[in-house]
Structure formats: structure tokens, C-alpha cells
């Protein structure tokens, strides 16, 4: 499985490279504080599997990385995508390293 910093995806982000990044939160979680991208819970991520890019990078996060860590396996073994990432440390590394300003649940 291949993994993304959060300096990195701010990278990308600031260096304006095509990306899609899915926030796999609960709704809860992400009321409280996101930094952008589409948000697809992670209940609905494999019937809404359709709504990921094949030919971009997609980066997926949850808060933390685990969550998105088991996202990203399942989508690969079960649609066989190899352009994912899953953003490691999540939505709480991106509030410590980058954005001190937004709040994580």
C-alpha cells in the first residue's frame, strides 16, 4: 500500500497537481474540521466506488490513517485500483503539521 505525508499532499496542493482526495470520515467528524476533497463515508466507499478517479492519484484520509489504511487495501483487492494513497496520520496530522487552526474530532 502506498502512503502520502501531510507535507507532501500539501506539496501536490500547492504545487496545483491534478489529485483527488476523499475524506472517508463519518459525517460527525467531518463537521467538525476538514481541509477539502470529497467526502464519501467510509460505509459507502465500495458502493460508491465509481466516484473514485483511475487516472490520478487519489489520496484517501480518516482522522487518524487507519481507517483510510483499511479503505485503501479493500478497494485495491477488490477493484484491483493501484493509483491510490492513504494519507498517513490522517486528518490529526494535518491539523498538527500543517493547518494548527482546524479542529479534529
Not at 460505509?43 to 483510510?68: F, K, M
Amino acid at each position: 500500500m502506498k502512503e502520502l505525508d501531510v507535507m507532501e499532499l500539501k506539496s501536490w496542493r500547492d504545487q496545483g497537481k491534478e489529485h483527488q482526495l476523499i475524506d472517508i470520515r463519518e459525517d460527525h467528524e467531518r463537521e467538525i474540521g476538514h481541509f477539502g476533497g470529497q467526502h464519501i463515508p467510509m460505509g459507502d466507499i465500495l458502493t460508491r466506488h465509481g466516484e473514485i478517479e483511475e487516472a490520478i492519484p487519489v489520496v484517501i484520509h480518516c482522522r487518524s490513517g487507519g481507517r483510510s489504511a483499511a479503505v485503501v487495501m479493500a478497494l485495491q483487492e477488490k477493484f484491483g485500483m493501484n493509483n491510490l494513497y492513504n494519507l498517513a496520520g490522517g486528518a490529526q496530522a494535518w491539523a498538527d503539521q500543517v493547518d494548527a487552526s482546524m479542529e479534529v474530532a
